[in-house]
């Protein structure tokens, strides 16, 4: 069978700390609730979370839906954020949890990137630097989503082309956000077979721009 | 005595009492049994608050310590062991659990597990009630709850939507069909995938094939139009349709004729040049009409463009052939001289493969386009199969000789990915001979078919078997079996 690998990057940055943390902990968990309900993928999902603030940490390796326990996320009361220590640390992780297609073993289905982020990357040069190198594994789709006004969409636009801006990062909009994120997980099951990228569903609400 | 003195002492000195110099005071004092019995009192008292300290350290411990249980999927049964050690280890005397009933489960507390088969599905939260060691029968409870998830029935979550009869191009959901070809004969099935049933949209599988009675020759095609590709369904039914309709009326008789002539030149005089010409000959007009398919599906998308430009919106498709992507595989055969002559094409990801007389040795008679991740297939819908130097177009046609076999295999991935699971099992005769012993009745749902039926029997049990359940495997499957 083959496996469709999520990704998800979550800054856990001081500015998260309080209801935004908590408000992305229910998200998540809606998100998994709808997933598991998903004919296609509640079989073929495999789901990893990697959270960074001052420290990168992979709180949930990759793990298919079906057993996945969803861990809580917890952050720290200030501090910076290591976007691109995050996606370095991702890089490798990838390369060692996708399996390639050979002729003894069958390949996983191109995984998919969710980076979400309420400010922007304290470590800029090593950010720039870490960029191709995630541009260089194929992908299915790669979604920068920016929550609140601190956040800086176009340090996001250097990474993809898809980015969603939510307005505030409250327990609504990021309930909303992450149903989206189904969806879209969704689109990439369906498309499955292709070798083109994943089409994304239109933006749920007002409150969530796709720039 | 030296107890209590010590006692005394040690109470004294605290609030900032030296008895050192009154030795003799100090012996009188805590001779006196007021004294005695008082010490007594305080250790008892002391060794209670201790005791109560234990206690709730104990409670607060096991209620901190975190109990991952799996999860379980609804109507499957479920099992799981606690450690033997484990409440004993957390120093817990007495447990119970609350809320397992309602999810199908109980609790076994000889072999200490939780068991039974599961009767609903969501996010859950299992009570333990228990005590500690210290506390007494009487006193009460404590609750802690661990997290249970039960899956849903993966098998319950399909929906089967039918597919949309007025939509341009629709196609029949599923469809077989079983003759006499020659001295053999052929069964068909093609199923819609679960994965299209539940979105209600259309099989992108197709097939087709036709026994030329003049000639003494079959054709028997396949095809898989990309999921991507919204008009792949009409793709894959026009490469099938298009190359027997050239091979029928382009192919004169003349070649078919010379081409057994050197074919029985070759089998009875082992003459290398007459198989080299018989070759040419057969691939060559294998090759136009696969061209003639291609160049066919290229024209229907331009005139579909032309008649209804607006369902052209896919941004990322180049041309208007995109929108009809689709593999394809062919099997040609005749039985000449007691052989069985088999010239094959393909592009894709589709296995042809046959299955010797006596059932003992099974080969693949093609090899298939594969990419490192999924989808990384070829179309014949793609101008590139026909001068890529790294595939070249020559290696996807071949020309088998064979001696009489008992089964001859087309299919799509929607059943390979199922049964042989990836390429390199193709290459292995006991993979073919499971896959027989599958169809033979050796599976899960004990459905059999028998080839010694009647054509619409073994249609029927076909169609029966294609229904099987494998995880993640829920694309349009069509199987073709010559026998």
Known sequence: MRRLPVYFLLDTSGSMFGEPIQALNNALSGMI??????????????????????????????????????????????GPTFTGKALEFLCEKVKNDIKKGTPDQKGDWKPLLFLFTDGKPSDLQLYKEVIPKVKAINFGAVVGCAAGNLSDDEKLKELTDTVVHLETADSNTLKQFF???????????KSMGTSSTVTLPPPPSEDIIVI | ????????????????????KNEQLLDAFVSDDEIQDSIISIKKLQKRIMEKWKIKTRVLDFKNTSIIIPNGTEGFDYNHNFDSQFFIEKEVISYAFKGLEELGLTFDPKANSISGKLIANGSFKIQILFKVEGEEDSSELHEKSINFVINPDPKSLWKNIPSDKEAIYWKEDNRSSAMDIG?????????????HQNVGSFRDDDFAYKHFEKTGWTVVTVADGAGSASLSRKGSELACQELI?????????ETWNQFDIE?????????????????????????QSVLHSHKHIKKIAEDTYDQYPEIFTNPRAKNNFDYFHSTLICAVFKKIEEKYVIITFSVGDCPIG????????????????????????????????????????ATRFNLHIEEDFSYLFLMTDGIYDAKFEVEANLEKTEKWLTFLNDLDGNNEDKIKVDFSEEHEVVEEQLNNWMDF?????HDDRTLAIIY
């Not at chain 2, 309709?245 to 008789?253: F, G, I, K, P, T």
């Not at chain 2, 099974?362 to 070829?378: I, S, Y």
């Open chain 1, 33 to 78: 609730s709808t997933l598991r309900s998903d004919a296609q993928a509640s079989e073929t999902l495999w789901i990893s979370i990697i959270t960074f603030d001052r420290e990168v940490k992979e709180v949930m390796p990759l793990t298919d839906l079906q057993s996945l326990q969803l861990p809580e996320i917890t952050c720290p009361r200030s």
């Open chain 1, 179 to 189: 149903l989206w994120v189904s969806d879209t997980i969704e689109q990439g099951n």
């Open chain 2, 1 to 20: 005595m030296n107890r209590e003195k010590n006692y005394v002492t040690e109470l004294l000195s605290k609030q900032g009492i030296n008895v050192s």
């Open chain 2, 183 to 195: 001295d053999k004969k052929i069964v068909v099935s093609s199923k819609r995938g679960r994965s």
């Open chain 2, 245 to 253: 309709n050239y091979l029928e009326e382009e192919v004169s008789d």
């Open chain 2, 263 to 287: 074919i029985k030149k070759f089998i009875t005089s082992k003459d290398e040049q007459a198989l080299i010409n018989a070759k040419e000959l057969g691939i060559q007009s294998l090759y």
């Open chain 2, 354 to 393: 046959i299955v010797n007389k006596d059932k003992t040795k099974a080969k693949l008679l093609n090899w298939l386009d594969v990419g490192e991740f999924g989808g990384g297939t070829r179309f014949v819908t793609q101008a590139e199969i026909f001068h890529s130097k790294e595939r070249p177009p």
């Open chain 2, 469 to 473: 359940w494998s995880k993640g495997n």
